[in-house]
DNA sequence: GATGAATGAGTATTCATTCAT
DNA sequence: AATGAATGAATACTCATTCAT
């Protein structure tokens, strides 16, 4: 019934947006009536909020089986492999990530200090430690940051408002650039940290 | 009359959120009546988009002015001269930037094809042009909406979503470490990936 | 509850007139809530349309009434009677009907072609065919349209605009007049323009 | 200038109703301001008013030219000279017409006791009078009423809500045959006033 | 007289939410 | 638990009218 509710909250989101939402019609498209909707929501927002907080949970368990424990891959090939399951992930409903993300990116969303999002961050911040010596930032926790807010954003960007004339794997490859740019590495002073 | 009314929807808007914003609150607000309202925004929607047309508007005049053609400086220099400005923008009025990014980053909001964003995205791309020869990426249009994103997106989630326990000054510097990261340098793609 | 509704409306309209009639206000009267008023009414104009299908469909059942199966009186007799009849039913709410007719007399009003006037075309032209041979017309549809017409309209302008110094039964002999002398009698064309 | 206006309300109300018709889009149509509009009819409803009395006298007019007092054709010539004259008239600007008697028959018409309508009225009662020994009906100012109302309703019927299949020549016809049955004239009891 | 920007009372309509069944 | 009729506060938007220029 939930799932159910939910799904059809999903539907109506992506066909007519949060202005075009509403309960009776949510109830209607899952076949139940708005007395069902408000049993297990406690309010039309509490709808928004469960869908946010699915993605969420998607998009961490994508990262989980990507950045899964026993990996021996290198950073980039982590890094690469998790930019790629996130596009992949949002491009399965374009339309409701673009709903969801264009009109409410933050509202009711999971905040930063909610489970999933400490999952994912404590999840990066783990490969990020498993790296430690090769990559340039000191604070871990800063980079962690700093690394999904990057990726999140750029995803999200690229599924919202793609750039003109580039290809999603331009634009993926993009991304994984800005990424290890970011983390720097072992290069040389000239280029990583050129300024003394 | 139609500064004053964008003013008083921004104030409206700032202690309210759009869930809490009227048109006759706003007209309130400003000291007129609904209808004064109506005869310049065809809707509320048109305030929304108004005030977003404002703020992108004022960001390009930020990135023109520390961008400015006889500028000598460094590219580095230059781009922490933007992130630093930007942030400083958007921490001016900290609760409206917050509801505009928050609730309505996309919504109405100016287009990637809007005259103001190609503004902005024409100046980064010419600061591009200048290093071009520094830097990694060929593709100076694609890199500029990289830079353009990752800024953007690193800057809003400073204003919307601090990091918790780290300074303006720690995220500022992060954000031109990820984009100087991005940008590279001069070498070729084997410093791309410094692990095994 | 639609009864309940319908009833406030023709009481406020009534009262009212159309311009001071709103859809709070009728919900007020019939005691009930205006989201009830648009469950059953998809909007405003659709309890004028609901208040013309009632009367129409009161007219029917009058004529049925009057001129019913097994009715053996004259042809004048039973004019008479479905004249008289249909004067008594309008002089019942004057008012509302003086608002219905004055304002409205065809807005929303039953088509020609719905069922219920269909009923009453259809009764009247039996009642002609039933004496074809005593009337002067031949074309019986086109007759039983003038015949309605010119009930209605003078029983209309009888109720509405009720002409000085005449009673309601001298104007009632002069609607039966009117439609006697329209059928003419038996006799050929040469009686219809008795002067020389 | 008012003409100008008068004939912009026309205009607008043809095209749009009375719904869609607004005192600042009358203004623009006829290219001049609200407040000149203001200056010649002090509400709204004035132009309405203007355009039914425009209406009437233009009718006046038109039955003044037909029953001219120099006329010496018959009395059913006359009539349906009348019944001609008014029927093209009113085909003239139909959709205007329709606007004006579908929507506001009677709604600030000229009322019965209007001049114009007196005159109208005045000049039927004369041709009556004029053949007063042909026609049966002894009270002539009923009788005035009874064949204005007839002529007035059937033609407003004809243009409004045409009976389908017929043509406007047999609907001609009809009125006049519905008129001059009424006066009946000089024939035998059997027929006009076939009751003992 | 002409203008048209400003006014603001007025209203149709929506929809989240409740609760008796 | 499920239903869905009933609720009614809330609000975007209109447009007749005014009046300073």
Redesign the interface.
Known sequence: MVDNILEAAALVLSEKGYAGMNTNLVAERAGVSVGSVYQYFPHKDSLIAALHERHASHMHQVIDAVLGASNKA???SQIESMVRALLAAHLVEPKLHQVL???????DAP???SETDQGIAKRVRALLGQ?KA?I??R?L???A??IL??T???VH?AV??P????SVS??EK??V??V????????GP???S??P
């Open positions: 290198s950073l980039r993300e264009r009109e409410f990116p933050f509202f905040q930063a200090d790296f090769q340039r930032p604070n926790d800063l980079a940051w700093v807010k990057i999140e954003s750029m960007a919202i408002d750039p003109r004339g580039f331009e634009v993009a991304i650039e800005a290890m740019g970011y983390l720097g590495g072992i290069r000239e280029n990583a050129p300024n």
